[in-house]
């Protein structure tokens, strides 16, 4: 099909690729807990809804970098990721979603910003962006390239609704029409090709700036996806799609194998970012 992730192939041919990276859980409060601090979820207790609130009492890897004199700055576009939750720990700026998923167009420009006037220091930046998270709003020349014509009788949150239906029924996918399902496929992969855009402007800031030969770029997920797998639709459910996330790390000094343009098959945890992180930065 065609290519939805150019620039995610770009960071891949100057990084590592690990094929076989997993999320500690299937889903962002907990998961996004684990990988800003190295814990596991038992150990950092955000395990449900009524527990979803990020200890004080835990270690963050932007409260490390902060100590040792990084300037540091957090952005998110998932409303589970706010200063309300406790997720701003370390951050000397950081931006949460007021309402609702804002997509990358209304973050990533700010983040570019802050980075433009920090380019001169140690920084840590962290960016989490959500365009390939329902409700789909791809940018139109992505969904012009990749969705075909909506469906009629295709709500405009069909994802959403179906995903309510199958995640609490196990409603059978041959309930959801062809038209529907490749609707649906096909809205992601648009929203895909959107969150990929994005990364290309950060990618390109970096080059502007000449800092990608001494910036650490670390391309992760906090859940995968079920696009009808397991009559499943979204995040939900303990199946490797909800797990299996994608990982790509491009150290400019290669450290520990991870050079440019490797793959690695071996089994890969996304809670291992920040000791990985933090033993690279000595």
């Known amino acids: 099909g065609p290519e939805t992730t150019p620039q995610l192939t770009r960071l891949a041919e100057h990084g ?38 990020l200890n004080g009492s835990v270690e963050t890897l932007s409260e490390v970098l902060q100590a040792r004199g990084y300037t540091t700055a957090g952005y998110s576009g998932n409303p589970l990721i706010v200063a309300e939750r406790n997720y701003d720990q370390g951050f000397e700026f950081f931006r949460g979603s007021r309402s609702g998923f804002t997509p990358s167009s209304s973050i990533v420009p700010e983040a570019m910003s802050w980075m433009r006037e920090r380019r001169g220091e140690r920084f840590f930046l962290y960016l989490h962006l959500i365009d390939p998270h329902d409700p789909h709003h791809p940018m139109p020349e992505f969904e012009e390239q990749f969705a075909f014509a909506q469906p009629e009788d295709f709500e405009d949150h069909g994802m959403t609704r179906y995903a309510k239906a199958l995640n609490e029924d196990s409603l059978g996918s041959e309930q959801v029409p062809a038209t529907h399902a490749r609707r649906i496929d096909n809205i992601y992969d648009a929203s895909v090709a959107t969150g990929d855009h994005w990364l290309g402007v950060v990618l390109d800031t970096l080059d502007d700036l000449n800092l990608s030969d001494e910036t650490i770029v670390v391309f992760t997920s906090d859940h995968g996806e079920q696009l009808g797998d397991h009559h499943l639709l979204g995040k939900m459910g303990y199946f490797d799609q909800s797990y299996h996330i994608p990982m790509i790390v491009r150290d400019p000094e290669a450290r520990a194998d991870v050079s440019r343009g490797n793959v690695v098959q071996e089994f890969t ?14």
Do not use: K
């Not at 409060?29 to 190295?38: C, I």
């Not at 945890?269 to 000595?282: F, K, R, V």
């Open 269 to 282: 945890e996304t809670i291992d970012t920040m000791p990985t992180i933090l033993n690279w930065l000595g």
């Open 16 to 53: 590592t690729l690990f094929e076989e990276a997993q999320s500690s859980s299937s889903w962002t409060w907990p998961s996004t807990a684990s990988l800003l601090t190295g814990l596991g979820v038992d150990e950092h207790g955000v395990r449900d809804a009524e527990a979803c609130y």
